[in-house]
């Protein structure tokens, strides 16, 4: 039976979001958890895909070494069997973000794909999709229209610093995409900085996807960069009066997760924002 969370109305426009087994349906908006930071999001009008790792190209990479990136959730999908979306979305060139296991088999799927990526990173994104993919560049601060009835806002991150090229442009880079009236917010890899709660108030998302993994000395140590704590995701959502949370880049890997029951316990809180953990197979369907 679909699951149905509390409604908010701190936005004009009040939201349900009620849980459904299976793939989100082409014209109903929706979000379908990937696993790590991917999503597939159904706006009603247009389908996009998120930071995809639908591979093991990280186990293979750093076997034998003292970074375990052994999965412990399986694929919820294969990159060979993903239907087309309408545009690929990719904040930093991580591998579990710009996979070349999951964007070099789109690209060659699908010729006409666009794939928007930081600009700071053109070439790595050139190396991971093919010779022959459309590639978007942009660097935080540009608003634009990629597809008909979709409005992107690019926002710098900070993956635990703002990192910069020597062009002055940004190595992590969040999404604000509008369609339809509802409007997401997908971080990226970030952590708190100055100037994220007015940027997200002015961009006034109903829903914001944030990783919830943490970081701390003994990762950076090890040259993994970290991302905000479950509670540092919840005050910044309850910081920019966004209504729902939806955790992520949790459960992918032993050594960079966060417990998934610590999740559910805190969306038993009743301050907003609601908290909704996904789960992989599901889709949170959304209602308006």
């Given amino acids: 039976m679909a699951c149905f969370w509390r409604s908010m109305t701190l936005r004009p426009m009040t939201l349900r979001i009620e849980r459904t087994p299976g793939w989100p349906v082409p014209g109903r908006p929706g979000i379908a958890w990937l696993g790590q930071a991917g999503f597939w ?54 591998s579990d973000h710009m996979d070349p296991e999951t964007l070099g088999p789109l690209a060659a799927r699908f010729a006409d794909l666009p794939f928007v990526i930081p600009a700071a990173r053109t070439a790595e994104a ?10 978007i560049a942009v660097d935080a601060g540009e608003d634009f229209a990629p597809l008909a009835g979709l409005r992107l806002t690019v926002l710098p991150a900070a993956h635990e610093t703002r990192d910069r090229d020597a062009a002055g442009r940004h190595l992590y880079l969040g999404y604000g995409i509008a369609a339809g009236g509802l409007v997401l917010y997908h971080s990226g890899d970030c952590v708190p900085f100055e100037g ?26 090890a040259g993994i960069a970290g991302n905000f704590t479950l509670d540092e995701a ?48 599901e889709t949170l369907r959304i209602l308006r």
């Fill in 196 to 221: 994220l709660v007015p940027a997200l108030r002015a961009l006034a998302p109903d829903i914001a996807l944030l990783p919830v993994n943490g970081r701390d000395a003994a990762r950076l140590a």
């Fill in 41 to 94: 999001i159904e706006t009603g009008a247009h389908r996009l895909l998120v930071d995809p790792y639908l591979s093991d190209s990280l186990a293979r990479k750093y076997a034998g070494t003292a970074l375990d990136h052994r999965r412990l959730m399986p694929p919820p999908v294969r990159p060979e069997d993903l239907p087309r979306p309408d545009l690929v979305l990719v904040t930093h060139a991580h």
């Fill in 126 to 135: 050139r190396a991971r999709t093919g010779p022959g993919a459309r590639l």
């Fill in 234 to 281: 919840a005050a910044l959502a309850r910081s920019a009066d966004v209504p729902f949370l939806i955790p992520h880049h949790f459960g992918m890997f032993a050594f960079n997760s966060c417990d998934p029951a610590r999740i559910d316990r805190a969306a038993q809180d009743r301050r907003p924002p609601a908290i909704l953990r996904p789960v992989t197979g």
